[in-house]
């Protein structure tokens, strides 16, 4: 199973950006998907996720900015980031919860990460 994230990239205060991840390989089921971030000195983060049934749960620095989709026929799930500022700037990563076949337990798999620099 692999986690290909795109859509990073220099972008100026203010502006945009769709980062897409793809879920590809072997897969029974994906539970939820998330997107989680690591600014340099910094922890990694929760952005926001999306549940298996389309529920969503957003960080405060997220919620009114970012919004998560998926789509479940692709195994993809997308983040589309307005009203970018400075302190977004970080690695961006993507996670899914799934289950490589149905008697296996679920497990947490990530992408490798993008970068995102906000930046005039």
């Known amino acids: 199973v692999q986690l290909q994230a795109s859509g990073g990239g220099l972008v100026q205060p203010g502006g945009s950006l769709r980062l897409s991840c793809a879920v590809s390989g072997s897969i029974f089921r994906i539970n939820a998907m998330g997107w989680y971030r690591q600014a340099p000195g910094e922890q990694r983060e929760l952005v926001t996720s999306?549940?298996?049934?389309?529920?969503?749960n957003y960080a405060d620095s997220a919620k009114g900015r970012f919004t998560i989709s998926r789509d479940n026929a692709k195994n993809a799930v997308y983040l589309q980031m307005n009203s970018l500022k400075p302190e977004d700037t970080a690695i961006y990563y993507c996670?899914?919860?799934?289950?490589?076949?149905?008697?296996?337990?679920?497990?947490?798999?990530w992408g490798q990460g993008t970068l995102v620099t906000v930046s005039s």
């Open positions: 999306i549940s298996g049934d389309g529920i969503t």
């Open positions: 996670k899914a919860d799934l289950k490589r076949r149905s008697w296996t337990a679920a497990a947490d798999y």
